[in-house]
């Protein structure tokens, strides 16, 4: 099994070679994606090379950034996204220092987000509020198993990453029936490629077994086309336009969150 230090020399030389790619290619707008990839692999990798506690933190700062735009999309409160805020980083916390106690405190945190829309006696929005703040624990709240993930949370990371590339990459490309209607642009030849990529990824970094490849290969996917539908729902572009090149920050997370999750019910 691949160690976090193992994968540093990995991670260099993909960074290396996609930007060698990128400057041939003299696209704007590839180039700043690159640069954004440059900044953000670091920090990940070092926040995974500290443990737990690096990871609780790299989740939980992720995580209210991604509660911010998820509530954009959705048009929650600043009450509602601060009681949802407050429950993911707890979930992240309870992950790290007591793991034994996450589906009381998963518990807890729901109520705590049904709570907000009942006591202002919202009989309008209620219901959506409720719904939307259930759906981002549940969603959101998966960022806490990265946190006794070691190394293998950060290869599910990555390969989901190059599988999405190469699907963005291979889909206009190749052509063919779209995937879903949720994501008219995006095509099963991209996705089978990138699905491919993505297993080749788990397999040299020494991580390949039926449940991560099922997790990348199928969770990726879905989890890009979650990330569609709510955005369809909100009829918005991007999550986000704050992270140069990628929108916002759900739009890099997506495809991990429900690889993670699927990993995560595979055992």
């Given at each position: 099994m691949?160690?976090?230090?193992?994968?540093?020399?990995?991670?260099?030389?993909?960074?290396?070679?996609?930007?060698?790619?990128?400057?041939?290619?003299?696209?704007?707008?590839?180039?700043v994606r690159w640069c954004v990839w440059a900044l953000g692999v670091p920090l990940v990798t070092?926040?995974?090379?500290?443990?737990?506690?690096?990871?609780?933190?790299?989740?939980?700062?992720?995580?209210?950034?991604?509660?911010?735009?998820f509530g954009g999309l959705l048009r929650l409160g600043p009450i509602d996204r601060a009681v949802l805020g407050a429950?993911?980083?707890?979930?992240?916390?309870?992950?790290?220092?007591a793991p034994g106690e996450v589906i009381r405190v998963a518990a807890a945190g729901a109520l705590a987000i049904a709570g907000v829309p009942l006591f202002s006696g919202d009989a309008e929005h209620g219901l959506r509020r409720l719904g939307a703040g259930l759906l981002g624990l549940?969603?959101?709240?998966?960022?806490?198993g990265l946190v006794s993930s070691g190394a293998v949370g950060l290869v599910l990371f990555v390969a989901v990453s190059i599988a999405d590339i190469v699907a963005y990459a291979a889909g206009p490309r190749f052509g063919g029936p779209r995937l879903s209607p949720l994501s008219p642009a995006k095509r099963w030849s991209g996705t089978l490629a990138g699905a491919a990529a993505g297993l080749l990824t788990l397999a040299v970094l020494s991580?390949?077994?039926?449940?991560?490849?099922?997790?990348?290969?199928?969770?990726?996917?879905?989890?890009?086309?979650?990330?569609?539908?709510?955005?369809?729902?909100?009829?918005?572009?991007?999550?986000?336009?704050?992270?140069?090149?990628?929108?916002?920050?759900?739009?890099?997370?997506?495809?991990?969150?429900v690889a993670l999750a699927v990993l995560l019910v595979l055992g």
């Open positions: 691949t160690t976090v230090a193992g994968l540093v020399p990995y991670l260099g030389g993909a960074l290396a070679a996609g930007g060698v790619a990128v400057a041939a290619t003299r696209r704007r707008e590839l180039m070092a926040a995974f090379w500290l443990g737990p506690p690096g990871i609780a933190v790299l989740a939980s700062v992720v995580g209210v950034i991604a509660v911010a735009e429950a993911l980083v707890a979930l992240v916390v309870t992950a790290w220092l549940v969603w959101l709240g998966v960022l806490a991580c390949l077994t039926w449940q991560t490849a099922v997790a990348v290969a199928v969770g990726g996917p879905l989890g890009d086309l979650l990330e569609s539908m709510v955005k369809r729902g909100a009829r918005a572009k991007d999550a986000g336009r704050w992270l140069a090149g990628s929108g916002g920050i759900l739009d890099r997370i997506d495809s991990l969150l």
